[in-house]
């Protein structure tokens, strides 16, 4: 009915025009003076539901409310520029103007711009609302393509602060840094996230002007990338004036595609921001240690047993162990706690009878993992090698408590290596049974007077016999 009799003014206000214009162009002027109106609700979106419904209130009261503190322009298809202030009833009406398409300017309350517009004409909830661009124009303004027709147009436009973001941390608080990737939803759009500068662990998404992104009302979403070794632990949500620092009221959290959602509608003023609280968690760890024996090297018998072995794991060790068989027995388990360590080392030293020994190793990490248990066999030589005098003519004799002439068998159960006669070295086959034959002053560093002898077996143990040559 309001169109209809702004029509009929329009029409009027056409005809008054034609009275001081040429008879032959009444027709064509006719045709182009066609007008139309164009009515524009303007509400702030308290209750943020994308809607215009001021019987709905938030959690502390509040609820939609027609904005009528800014004048709205209009530039119509010929670029003229309508301004008006709203009505008594709260509308914005521009009437009289020519058909055809035409953009319409909503003033921003702050500038820079802090808020978003949407237009909610014909929504039947806030899926079906669209967010409006803002532009410059006198300031800054959601801006609105509208195309006037004679029928009269009608628009519903929302205005919302609502603000997205997520504050990330582990189960300790201490917050995380550098995710790999957040983004923050909201009118079925993905924006990106980045962190705050001078606030570790908290992030929104801004615009490409460096400026918060405002989020239409509806489903508010975050999904992230949780950083290389770590996941997700759990997700909750609040809202505040500041809610990175005082989550005051908490928001149900569903999770659906991958990424967390809360509704506006939970929040109770609508210039508050949704806060995301993301707790992180280290993944478990699944990998097993490395170990690798550092000591001995197993290629001669040796007189103790001296480990070293070093293990890693990027979880943290627990321990390194190494046992020792004799006969597929355990005669001795050694070990060293690692407390968590990425590396570590184990060193023991075990004194052990003679005989041939089995060593197995591995370590395991604090998840329980353990290593490739690796094998290496040792002989243990802890025996010195004998020496004794040979009897016979031909090899030793004797005057007394000296010797013109004297021989030695040698012998070692781990073969004997080598013998130093007053420091010079005469290295032997290695074997069981060895000697050292016809030492008289002059031969192999024999000399008049105390002689000294010291028998080296591969395991380098050694026996010194004292003689006097004549
Ligand atoms: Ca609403
Ligand atoms: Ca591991
Ligand atoms: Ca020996
Ligand atoms: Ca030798």
Not at 41 to 51: I, K, M, N, P, V
Not at 96 to 108: F, I, K, M, Q, R
């Given at each position: 009915?309001?169109?209809?009799?702004?029509?009929?003014?329009?029409?009027?206000?056409?005809?008054?025009?034609?009275?001081?214009?040429?008879l032959?162009?009444?027709?064509?002027?006719?045709a182009?003076?066609?007008?139309?109106?164009?009515?524009?609700?303007?509400?702030?979106?308290?209750?943020?539901?994308?809607?215009?419904?001021?019987?709905?209130?938030?959690?502390?009261?509040?609820?939609?409310?027609?904005n009528?503190?800014?004048a709205?322009?209009?530039?119509?298809?010929?670029?003229?520029?309508?301004?008006?202030?709203?009505?008594?009833?709260?509308?914005?009406?521009?009437?009289?103007?020519p058909?055809?398409?035409?953009?319409?300017?909503?003033?921003?309350?702050?500038y820079?711009?802090?808020?978003?517009?949407?237009?909610?004409?014909?929504?039947?909830?806030?899926?079906?609302?669209?967010?409006?661009?803002?532009?410059?124009?006198?300031?800054?303004?959601?801006?609105a393509d509208?195309v006037?027709?004679?029928?009269?147009?009608?628009?519903?436009?929302?205005?919302?602060?609502?603000?997205?973001v997520?504050?990330?941390?582990?189960?300790?608080g201490?917050?995380?840094?550098?995710?790999p990737?957040?983004e923050?939803?909201?009118g079925?759009?993905?924006?990106?996230?980045?962190?705050?500068?001078?606030?570790?662990?908290?992030?929104?998404?801004?615009?490409?002007?460096?400026?918060?992104?405002?989020?239409?009302p509806?489903?508010?979403?975050?999904?992230?990338?949780?950083?290389?070794?770590?996941?997700?632990?759990?997700?909750?949500a609040?809202?505040?004036?500041?809610?990175?620092?005082?989550?005051?009221?908490?928001?149900?959290?569903?999770?659906?595609?991958?990424?967390?959602?809360?509704?506006?509608?939970?929040?109770?003023?609508?210039?508050?921001?949704?806060?995301?609280?993301?707790t992180?968690?280290?993944?478990?760890?699944?990998?097993?240690p490395?170990?690798?024996?550092?000591?001995?090297?197993?290629?001669?018998?040796?007189?103790?047993?001296?480990?070293?072995?070093?293990?890693?794991?990027?979880?943290?060790?627990?321990?390194?162990?190494?046992?020792?068989?004799?006969?597929?027995?355990?005669?001795?388990?050694?070990?060293?706690?690692?407390?968590?360590a990425?590396?570590?080392?184990?060193?023991?030293?075990?004194?052990?009878?003679?005989?041939?020994?089995?060593?197995?190793?591995?370590?395991?990490?604090?998840?329980?993992?353990?290593?490739?248990?690796s094998?290496?066999d040792?002989?243990?030589?802890?025996?010195?090698?004998?020496?004794?005098?040979?009897?016979?003519?031909?090899?030793?004799?004797?005057?007394g408590?000296?010797?013109?002439?004297?021989?030695?068998k040698?012998?070692d159960a781990?073969?004997?290596?080598r013998?130093?006669?007053?420091?010079?070295?005469?290295?032997?086959?290695?074997?069981?049974?060895?000697?050292?034959?016809?030492?008289?002053?002059?031969?192999?560093?024999?000399?008049?007077?105390?002689?000294?002898?010291?028998?080296?077996d591969?395991a380098?143990?050694?026996?010194?016999?004292?003689?006097?040559?004549?």
């Amino acid at each position: 009915m309001r169109n209809g009799r702004r029509y009929a003014l329009a029409a009027a206000g056409a005809a008054a025009v034609l009275v001081a214009a040429p008879l032959p162009a009444m027709a064509e002027e006719t045709a182009d003076a066609a007008t139309g109106t164009l009515t524009v609700t303007r509400f702030d979106d308290r209750y943020a539901d994308g809607l215009f419904d001021p019987s709905k209130t938030t959690a502390n009261g509040d609820a939609d409310r027609l904005n009528t503190s800014l004048a709205a322009q209009l530039v119509d298809v010929n670029g003229t520029r309508h301004y008006k202030s709203a009505d008594a009833d709260g509308l914005y009406r521009f009437t009289d103007v020519p058909v055809g398409p035409a953009t319409l300017y909503l003033g921003h309350p702050n500038y820079p711009a802090n808020e978003v517009f949407f237009d909610a004409t014909g929504a039947q909830s806030a899926a079906d609302i669209v967010r409006l661009p803002t532009t410059e124009y006198f300031g800054a303004q959601g801006t609105a393509d509208v195309v006037i027709d004679e029928d009269g147009e009608e628009r519903l436009i929302g205005m919302t602060a609502l603000g997205v973001v997520a504050k990330v941390s582990l189960a300790d608080g201490t917050p995380v840094s550098g995710v790999p990737a957040i983004e923050f939803a909201s009118g079925g759009e993905w924006f990106s996230g980045s962190e705050y500068a001078g606030l570790a662990g908290g992030y929104e998404a801004q615009t490409s002007d460096y400026r918060v992104v405002r989020h239409l009302p509806g489903d508010l979403g975050m999904r992230l990338t949780a950083p290389e070794g770590y996941r997700v632990a759990s997700v909750t949500a609040a809202t505040g004036s500041a809610p990175i620092s005082y989550p005051d009221i908490p928001m149900t959290v569903t999770e659906r595609d991958g990424a967390y959602w809360v509704s506006s509608t939970d929040v109770p003023l609508y210039f508050f921001d949704a806060a995301f609280l993301v707790t992180l968690e280290k993944l478990p760890d699944t990998t097993r240690p490395e170990v690798a024996v550092v000591s001995p090297v197993p290629t001669a018998p040796v007189p103790a047993l001296a480990l070293q072995i070093d293990a890693t794991d990027d979880g943290g060790l627990q321990r390194i162990v190494a046992n020792i068989y004799k006969g597929g027995k355990l005669v001795k388990s050694t070990q060293t706690a690692a407390g968590g360590a990425t590396s570590a080392t184990h060193t023991a030293t075990v004194n052990l009878p003679d005989g041939a020994y089995t060593v197995k190793y591995n370590a395991q990490d604090l998840a329980g993992n353990i290593s490739r248990t690796s094998t290496f066999d040792v002989t243990i030589d802890a025996t010195a090698p004998k020496a004794t005098i040979k009897n016979g003519r031909a090899f030793t004799l004797a005057k007394g408590d000296a010797y013109d002439l004297i021989s030695f068998k040698l012998q070692d159960a781990g073969k004997i290596d080598r013998v130093e006669l007053n420091g010079k070295v005469k290295d032997l086959t290695d074997n069981v049974w060895s000697d050292v034959n016809f030492v008289k002053p002059g031969t192999f560093g024999a000399v008049q007077g105390e002689n000294t002898l010291v028998v080296y077996d591969v395991a380098g143990n050694a026996t010194t016999v004292i003689f006097t040559l004549r």
